[in-house]
Structure formats: C-alpha cells, structure tokens
C-alpha cells in the first residue's frame, strides 16, 4: 500500500507574519494521526523558520528547488546539505516553473535529484508536457524523455526512495484541472515506464497529480488507481482549502 501524500508548494508567496498565520490555522485543525503524510515547501528564505512553526506538527519541510552542485563557487544557490541542515526533508526538483522560466534542461533536474537523493533529502520530481505537447499527441513522450534522464543518471533504486509529480503545465495555476481520467492515464504510463526497470519500485513510488487541485476536485482526482496524492499550489495558501485536500488524500 502506497501512502498518500499531498505537498503544498508556496512558490514566492507569503511574510513572515502571513507565514504564521497559515501555520497556525493548519497546526490547530491539523489531525493528530492524519492518514496522509503532509509536506511544505514554503521560500527558501522562510525555511528555517517554518520549521520551528511546524516542531509540534506531523507536517514535514521542503524545499522548492536545489543546487546540483554539491559546495562551491555558485552565488545565490543553496545545497542539499544546507536544505538537510535546516530541517528539510524533501525538495522539489524540475517544477514546470524552472524548467521553462529559468531553462532548466532534463539533464540539470537529473543532477539536482541526484544531488537531493545523495545527501538524504526526499526528491520530489516533477514532470509534465505543455498543452502544444498534449495537442500534439506527445505527452508520453515528454514525460518518458523527463523520467528517463533521472533514471539514466540516478538508476531506478532511487526513484523508490523518492516522490513524481506529474504537473501538465497547461493546468499549473489556470484553473483547469486534468481529468481524473487524463490524470490516471500518464499516472499508470509513468509507473509503466519505472516498471519496465523494476516492477517492486514502480509498485511503491509515489506519484502526485499537481495542476489547479482545489477542495472540491481533489477526492475525485486521488480515487484513481495510481494518483497517490497532490502537488499543491495556490490552494496549499488557503488553510481550510488545504486541509480539505489533505482530508481527501487520506
Ligand atoms: P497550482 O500549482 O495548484 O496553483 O495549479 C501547482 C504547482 O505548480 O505545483
């Protein structure tokens, strides 16, 4: 049995004091033994903080990107070994927003999964086509090009360790959910293609739907065979949106 996870990922929102304010309102209706694992990723610059609001929560801590580059000489960057040694368990690696806005190429997401996965962060993977790729016929294709270059460099044992996230990027913030149906499609394509390397890995990787999952969508998303969760945007910034997606996901 895989365990659902849902992971609410900031992006460059929030203050400290909006930050608090979030943390409380989810800490105080948060279920003591919640049946989902629950993740946030919140800016980098509030991580170390957030994870003092969190101490007496299940919630874990994220980050929302990370340096391949192990130490060294790239100003502005931040390493797996520093996200590690402010509390984080997890980081996102390859969003959409990277990938297109900050031209991260699938050969430097597969560097920073390895990079995550080597210091004993949880890397959360994101794939998923553009909509002129879904209109074209070329979402397996896509998404098989982003997960084979992180199973080319990383071996498929560590894609058991860590956590998908198939984000279509034409869903990402626009409001248009993928169908439940679109969704478990590329889900059970995406586990295929681990399964074609080892079927006991492909069986236990989790695999998220990311892509405008609100309250009211989020049960009908998760009841799919191999939709184990969310990756959320703007909902994770609304308490009570986030906690009806988490009490879906469990
Ligand atoms: P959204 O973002 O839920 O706001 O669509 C999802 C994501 O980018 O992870």
């Given at each position: 049995?895989?365990?659902?996870?849902?992971?609410?990922?900031?992006?460059?929102?929030?203050?400290?004091?909006?930050?608090?304010?979030?943390?409380?309102?989810?800490?105080?209706?948060?279920?003591?033994?919640?049946?989902?694992?629950?993740?946030?990723?919140?800016?980098?610059?509030?991580?170390?903080?957030?994870?003092?609001?969190?101490?007496?929560?299940?919630?874990?801590?994220?980050?929302?990107?990370?340096?391949?580059?192990?130490?060294?000489?790239?100003?502005?960057?931040?390493?797996?070994?520093?996200?590690?040694?402010?509390?984080?368990?997890?980081?996102?690696?390859?969003?959409?927003?990277?990938?297109?806005?900050?031209?991260?190429?699938?050969?430097?997401?597969?560097?920073?999964?390895?990079?995550?996965?080597?210091?004993?962060?949880?890397?959360?993977?994101?794939?998923?086509e553009q909509l002129s790729e879904r209109d074209s016929g070329r979402t397996a294709e896509v998404v098989s090009r982003q997960l084979d270059a992180v199973l080319e460099l990383c071996g498929v044992e560590?894609?058991?360790?860590?956590?998908?996230?198939?984000?279509?990027?034409?869903?990402?913030?626009?409001?248009?959910?993928?169908?439940?149906?679109?969704?478990?499609?590329?889900?059970?394509?995406?586990?295929?293609?681990?399964?074609?390397?080892?079927?006991?890995?492909?069986?236990?990787?989790?695999?998220?739907?990311?892509?405008?999952?609100?309250?009211?969508?989020?049960?009908?998303?998760?009841?799919?065979?191999?939709?184990?969760?969310?990756?959320?945007?703007?909902?994770?910034?609304?308490?009570?949106?986030?906690?009806?997606?988490?009490?879906?996901?469990?």
């Amino acid at each position: 049995m895989r365990r659902p996870i849902v992971v609410g990922n900031w992006k460059m929102h929030g203050s400290r004091a909006e930050n608090a304010r979030l943390i409380e309102e989810l800490g105080g209706h948060y279920p003591r033994n919640p049946a989902a694992d629950c993740v946030i990723c919140p800016p980098l610059v509030y991580v170390q903080e957030i994870g003092r609001l969190l101490r007496d929560t299940p919630i874990r801590l994220g980050a929302q990107d990370v340096c391949a580059d192990t130490h060294g000489a790239f100003t502005g960057e931040v390493s797996a070994a520093m996200l590690k040694d402010v509390g984080c368990e997890y980081t996102i690696v390859g969003h959409s927003e990277r990938r297109l806005l900050y031209r991260e190429s699938d050969q430097l997401v597969a560097r920073k999964f390895a990079a995550a996965h080597s210091k004993g962060l949880i890397p959360i993977l994101c794939v998923g086509e553009q909509l002129s790729e879904r209109d074209s016929g070329r979402t397996a294709e896509v998404v098989s090009r982003q997960l084979d270059a992180v199973l080319e460099l990383c071996g498929v044992e560590t894609l058991g360790q860590s956590v998908v996230a198939y984000e279509p990027v034409w869903a990402i913030g626009t409001g248009r959910t993928a169908t439940p149906e679109q969704a478990q499609e590329v889900h059970a394509a995406i586990r295929a293609r681990i399964g074609a390397r080892d079927a006991k890995i492909a069986g236990a990787t989790r695999i998220l739907y990311g892509g405008s999952v609100k309250a009211s969508n989020a049960a009908e998303l998760f009841s799919m065979a191999d939709v184990d969760g969310g990756l959320i945007g703007g909902a994770s910034l609304k308490a009570d949106e986030f906690l009806a997606i988490l009490k879906a996901a469990g």
